[in-house]
């Protein structure tokens, strides 16, 4: 079962264009969504994260928008650059004890931002 | 420099042997975890573990066993019985629920 659904698999931007990374997911209990960026060889790292009493957060070129209401958040990155060519995964997880300290992840985006 | 450390990075493993990856946290987190990460399937949870002495087995625990004796130490053992064991794992932990995971810059397990 697939909790979080990420799409496209793979994206290629000009530089300077807009890059989106769009996940869907399926438990209504989940109230935190971070994305993570990673670059090969590497582990991943926090971008940016949302909880869903916001619709919108933004740190710099990098923004998610969230709608509860279809269960879908998406990462918006402006003025992409060269060096944001990673793999961006979306995840999400719960309050409460026992399972809920589950992470889950999406299937990841490989980014690729041509110069 | 607080963080997550693995070892090895890369390590190699023949068919039929255990082998054993070392993630050590100096952050003071509770919470650690282990993904598998393959090509095309994102991050697998493996185990989890939200107190010492205590863990939860993921979406894909078979075939792997873990321990948690201390904070500070999560090791993950790659058994036998996992049929395909070559892949990228990667430690993490995070303080709390519902922030932000830190990650280690994974071992590279391949079987020869």
């Known amino acids: 079962q697939q909790q979080v659904k990420q799409s496209p698999q793979s994206l290629i931007v000009q530089k300077g264009g807009i890059s989106i990374i769009n996940c869907a997911y399926e438990?209504?209990?989940?109230?935190?969504f971070p994305w993570y960026q990673q670059f090969p060889g590497k582990g991943p790292a926090l971008l940016i994260a949302?909880?869903?009493?916001?619709s919108e957060k933004k740190e710099g070129r990098f923004t998610i928008s969230f709608n509860k209401s279809a269960k879908q958040f998406s990462l918006h990155i402006m003025d992409s650059q060269p060096g944001d060519s990673a793999t961006y995964f979306c995840?999400?997880?719960?309050?409460?004890?026992?399972?809920?300290?589950?992470?889950?992840f999406g299937k990841g985006t490989l980014l690729t931002v041509n110069p | 420099d607080g963080g997550i450390t693995q070892s090895p990075k890369y390590l190699f493993r023949k068919e039929g042997q255990n082998v054993t990856l070392s993630c050590e946290q100096n952050?003071?987190?509770?919470?650690m975890y282990w993904y598998r990460q393959d090509p095309g399937q994102g991050l697998r949870l493996i185990y989890y573990?939200?107190?010492?002495?205590?863990?939860q087995k993921g979406d894909i625990a078979e075939g792997y066993s873990v321990s948690r004796e201390k904070k500070e130490s999560f090791p993950l053992t790659v058994t036998s019985a996992q049929k395909n064991p070559t892949a990228f794992y990667l430690c993490a932990s995070r303080r709390a629920m519902n922030t932000e995971a830190f990650f280690g810059q994974g071992t590279r397990l391949t079987v020869v």
């Open positions: 949302i909880r869903p009493d916001v």
């Open positions: 995840a999400a997880s719960r309050r409460g004890g026992g399972s809920n300290y589950k992470l889950t």
């Open positions: 438990n209504t209990a989940f109230d935190y």
């Open positions: 952050l003071n987190h509770d919470a």
């Open positions: 573990s939200q107190i010492v002495n205590d863990f």
